[in-house]
């Protein structure tokens, strides 16, 4: 009997163990792709860095400038932005690792689903980063530095502040573009329906302004440059949900009651 037992004990903590190798050597090589990404960028850390300041130096007025409050600063910030910029890039690869390690365990429709929905996240995470860094950043930077004109003060930023705001922006905006990505996996999981999306509109519309005003500058304007963004990907959700949704759901539940049948 202690022998019976004892074999499928050793069965689970083997997998268990090759589970967590397997995890490692995922981690090791989404985290290797990442290295080599910014080992191929820090040579241009600076040129980088001039690159991300340019919305807020164009939009400062004559004589402005950035500045340095920490002694190591010039050197940390220019490193961190390229650290951002190869995280971004290797993005992929890290994702593919992350598909590869999950995939054995899930059905066949959902190896069809995740695929689309991880392109699609990745590429709307971007065009987020790209809309706040071409449209809201001079936007944003142009009112600000001219509102400090009447009151006589000049604009000098920290560059490691400036970093900060810019990475806030950026998370802000990348995450809210996912919303088209965030309706359509509700739904068609079945987690909410889609006539309770239409539903929850108003409601939407509501938080989309109270959270552009808790994440954005106190100008209106750019609130209302994440607001209104905010309310049109949630109705793309929407479009993309009803048609994604009719789509997939004969063969997902085909093969989930496939897998519910077996046993």
Known sequence: MSDDKQIPDGGTEETFISHLIELRNRII????????????????APDIFRLLSRPLMQSLPAGGKMIVTDITGSFFVPMKVTMMVAFVVALPVVLYQAWAFVAPGLYQHEKK????LVVSSYTLFLLGMAFAYFLVFPTVFH???????????????DIDNYLSFVLTMF????????????????????????????????YVVVGAFVLAAVVTPPDVLSQ????????????????????????????????????????
């Open 29 to 44: 090589r989404a985290g290797t792709a990442v290295i080599v990404v910014f080992l191929s960028l820090v040579y241009w």
């Open 224 to 263: 209302l440059m994440l607001a209104i963004p905010l309310i049109i990907l949630y109705e793309l959700g929407l479009i993309a949900a009803r048609l994604f949704v009719k789509q997939g759901r004969p063969e997902g539940e085909g093969s989930e009651g496939n897998g519910q049948a077996t046993p």
């Open 143 to 157: 009112f600000m530095a001219h509102y400090n004109a009447p009151l006589g003060a000049e604009m000098n930023t």
């Open 171 to 202: 998370l802000c905006f990348g995450v809210t573009f996912e919303v088209p990505v965030v309706v359509v996996v509700l739904a068609r999981m079945g987690v909410v329906s889609i006539e309770k999306l239409k539903q929850i509109r108003p």
């Open 113 to 116: 689903l995740v695929m689309p």
